[in-house]
């Protein structure tokens, strides 16, 4: 079992930047692969990023690719999610979610663990 806690969203202008931080329980984070989902009001969770269990493998939805960048401190259990160039469209809920395996790919129902999200708002 594993436990995530995200951190770091908040209100930025379109252009700014925010990293957002995941924090897990346990002793065995090296074991999990990570991803960042997001959530705006009235649509679907969708996919943002993805890191295998090593961080040597990351993934990036088209809509993220070149701004957003996704790493991970295995020393300090914790998944990162910088942010660059926000948009307005980039507002959503986001979460972090982790699974039992070398890698977890771009679907939700991949992974078995989420944390309880954190909002991030981008004004035009």
């Known amino acids: 079992q594993v436990q995530l806690v995200e951190s770091g969203g908040g209100l930025v202008q379109a252009g700014g930047s925010l990293r957002l931080s995941c924090a897990a329980s346990?002793?065995?984070?090296?074991?999990?692969?990570m991803g960042w989902f997001r959530q705006a009001p009235g649509k679907e969770r969708e996919f943002v990023a993805a890191?295998?269990?090593?961080?040597?493998?990351?993934y990036y939805a088209d809509s993220v690719k070149g701004r957003f960048t996704i790493s991970r401190d295995n020393a300090k259990n914790t998944v990162y999610l910088q942010m660059n160039s926000l948009k307005p469209e980039d507002t959503a809920v986001y979460y972090c979610?982790?699974?039992?395996?070398?890698?977890?790919?771009?679907?939700?129902?991949?992974?078995?663990?989420w944390g309880q999200g954190t909002q991030v708002t981008v004004s035009s």
């Open positions: 979610a982790a699974v039992g395996s070398s890698w977890g790919g771009i679907f939700a129902d991949g992974y078995d663990y």
């Open positions: 890191i295998s269990w090593s961080g040597g493998n990351t």
């Open positions: 346990g002793r065995t984070f090296s074991s999990y692969a």
